[in-house]
């Protein structure tokens, strides 16, 4: 991506108050893509840690300002706390002289293909994808169909490249739930991948132990081993389970991809 003089970068993520590594993807991301030049600016904010999300744009001096969502699905955070929180019009706000652009969530765009992809082989190196059913896990709720939509939209475009014998969305709190991965699947191998932002609470202490390979909910990510100690043999089978997938670095494309995606759509107000 070329340089773009004057502009700035805000990645907005959740946060948390009880997980020191939530926001750690965010502030890789930023510092990554800061060191690049790019932006005049680039910053994180959030909805639970400091910056706050009420508070970032008043430190932004640009006077073009892109915010990319870091979540993975459209969903209440990207469709109402976070154009309350900073206080958009749309797509597109003009404020005080400046221009807020608006991106869409990194979750929706289709290069979150080969993020996935490429967290897939690394999880399971050497094993023949072939004869490997892949599962992708989201969130999932009854409450919100968007909660899996973005999950199954990337099931259907890694089915689609006919690498893994078979490809299939799972959730934690909607069917098909991730607990029955050894009764869903047809092949030996199974690799298991989180489709979170980061290593928080349901991919290194939930998602464990509806897999069975834990009893109990352990410490967290950066004290973990849950994530090196593949293959698991459960129910006659060889189960890789991966990290979240917004701790991958490839995940700075996604974002800068987003940015180039409203650019290519920009409402003809901007104009």
């Not at 706050?52 to 109402?80: A, C, K, W």
């Not at 979150?112 to 969130?139: D, F, W, Y």
Request: glycine residues 6%; proline residues 7%; negative net charge.
């Amino acid at each position: 991506m070329q340089k773009r003089p004057g502009t700035a970068l805000v990645i907005v993520g959740h946060g948390s108050t009880t997980n020191p590594d939530s926001s750690e993807p965010n502030h890789l991301l930023a510092d990554s893509i800061r060191s690049k030049g790019i932006f005049d600016e680039v910053l994180c904010c959030f909805w639970k840690e400091e910056p706050s999300m009420r508070e970032v744009l008043h430190s932004i001096s640009s006077s073009d300002i892109y915010i990319v969502p870091n979540f993975i699905s459209e969903g209440y955070f990207t469709q109402t706390v976070i154009p309350r929180e900073l206080q958009l019009e749309g797509p597109l706000t003009l404020r005080d002289g400046k221009r807020i652009r608006y991106c869409e969530p990194v979750g929706n765009h289709e290069s979150m293909t080969s993020v996935l992809l490429k967290r897939a082989r690394e999880t399971a190196p050497g094993i023949p994808t072939q004869e490997t059913s892949l599962l992708i896990v989201g969130h999932g709720t009854n409450l919100n169909d968007n909660s899996a939509k973005a999950a199954k939209n990337q099931v259907a475009l890694l089915s689609a490249l006919g690498l893994y014998a078979e490809v299939l969305p799972t959730y934690m709190e909607e069917a098909p739930l991730v607990s029955d991965w050894a009764t869903m699947t047809t092949q030996s191998n199974v690799v298991v991948i989180p489709f979170f932002i980061s290593d928080g609470l349901h991919s290194y202490q939930d998602i464990p132990v509806l897999l069975g390979i834990r009893e109990e909910v352990g410490p967290a990510a950066s004290q973990s081993e849950v994530f090196q100690t593949n293959p698991h043999h459960l129910h006659g089978k060889n189960l890789y389970y991966g990290s979240a997938i917004g701790t991958d670095p490839m995940m700075e494309r996604v974002i800068l991809d987003q940015v180039a995606a409203f650019d290519a759509s920009a409402p003809v107000t901007e104009s």
